[in-house]
């Protein structure tokens, strides 16, 4: 059974980081693609950033890249998401998402994900 948990959310002033850190089981990360997304309350959950089995593709958002870096340890089967230069737009629950590398992973599309954790939560005010 594929669990992800995730961890490092918090409070932060805008200008500041954090790093989200996701914790898996349940699965080899072989043909495993992961992603970020990210859900403000009345809004659409969204993409964030998605990494490739290998980590040597990655693709962000627009609204992040620059500021936003994912990264993955693959012997300890955890996905990251390193968030500098946070403004409060980047305020939101964020999700650890798990696909077949097979899929559309790249797109950033949650409906091409199906194994999610339950999510962190992220604040930045000014």
């Known amino acids: 059974q594929v669990k992800l948990v995730e961890s490092g959310g918090g409070s932060v002033q805008a200008g500041g980081s954090l790093r989200l850190t996701c914790e898996a089981s349940g699965y080899t990360y072989r043909d495993k693609c992961r992603a970020w997304f990210r859900q403000a309350p009345g809004k659409e959950r969204e993409g964030v950033a998605a990494?490739?089995?290998?980590?040597?593709?990655?693709y962000y958002a627009d609204s992040v890249k620059g500021r936003f870096t994912i990264f993955q340890d693959n012997d300890k089967n955890t996905v990251s998401l390193q968030m500098n230069s946070l403004k409060r737009e980047d305020s939101g629950m964020y999700y650890c998402a798990v696909t077949s590398c097979r899929a559309e992973w790249w797109r950033l599309s949650a409906s091409s994900y199906n194994y999610w954790g339950q999510g962190t939560q992220v604040t930045v005010s000014s």
């Open positions: 990494i490739s089995t290998g980590g040597f593709s990655a």
